[in-house]
């Protein structure tokens, strides 16, 4: 049973230099950690509350200092000297000492980077990898690794908007490492730049994730793009690779009416569009195809796109266990993206992942766009048999850092990738 000493925090920044906070847990036992958590851009509303400073003379009011005064605090007062039997009961006292829905009074980074942080430490007291760690917390034995989707074109909130989707991303279909995978993403990165280069004269110009940003006028034009960059690369999309879209409708969605590329679709029209994508390209999984308030179209879509493209809910769901049990009832989708930053607690993220599971779902594991150099989310995918993990493109070195972890969690374990299955 881990005894905590003590645990601190810090303010460090992300990769967009915006802070965010840094947690070291102490247990008595001597096993020191620490963690850090990310930031998204293209938020859920419904996602637990990051805490800023609002002091518009410091970092435009995005400042961190408090949540992490309220670790140094509150949170180091409550947990000092405290016996542990687990995870669960940590977040507990974090989220009953909190006493909002929303973690708006300590703030869900202050308690995120707090509830990683003693898992780091616990499995390091235990002599364990933190995978394995993290598996326990779910009484999984896995024995696969997740299948990559790799950012590489972005328009939306994550680029320019010249587009108003957010990302294509490629999904190595083929391959059966993440060694072989990542190989296979570098050469269709490399095919798009030069495409991108040649048809826009346009030199490298990444988005928030590392992808690029080519100006292209309409979402059909992006999705082309990618399939020409993995054709010069010299494979076959739709066998060898396929591709993921993040919609992230919710950002062009205003008054019941979709604003795409110049057009005004209702929801009727908006999952037309998306059939029709389905149809044309080798879309595999499809995020956020509506808006994160049209419940009642979103049930349509999935029926829609059933055995075609995975129905993947992100802003819709904000991993939260309510709204989830919400989309399982209407069946809304058949997919949850889970981000721990949206909820704030691993064993609420826990929660998230098992009442998807327990519905038939996938569960793709995914980093935020505003990230930092720890690699924890890398072994949460390993942990969790995250059918997908999502770290962005691969460029940038907090999204290596995934990315690298995962090539020595695949070392030391020699677990294949799963099989890409629709489900
Ligand atoms: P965010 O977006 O991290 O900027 O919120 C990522 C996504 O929409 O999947
Ligand atoms: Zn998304």
Redesign the pocket.
Known sequence: MPTIERVTAAEILDSRSRPTVSATCILAGGAQASASV???????TAEALELRDADPQRYGGLGCRKAVAHVNGEIHQALAGASLADQAELDGVLVALDGTPNKSRLGANAILAVSVAFARASALERGVPLYTHFAGMLGLAPDTLPRLTINLLSGG??AGRQVAI??VLIVPARPTTIDESLAMAYDIYQAAAALILKRYRMRLLTA??GGLAPPCESAEELIETAIVAIKSAGYRPGSDVMLAL?V?ASHFYAHGKYYLDGAQLDSPGMIARMVRWVERYPIVSL??GLAEDDWEWWPTLRQALAKRALVVG??LLCTNPQRIQRAIEVRACNTL?L?PNQIGTLTEAAQAWRLATQAGWQVTI?????ETEDNWIADLAVGWRGDQF?PGSITQSERLAKYNRLLAIEAETQWPVVRWALG
């Open positions: 990310p930031s998204g851009a293209s938020t859920g909130m994550h957010q990302d928030d994730e993040d992230a995020e956020d992100d802003d993206l981000k995914s980093v935020r766009s505003g999502k």
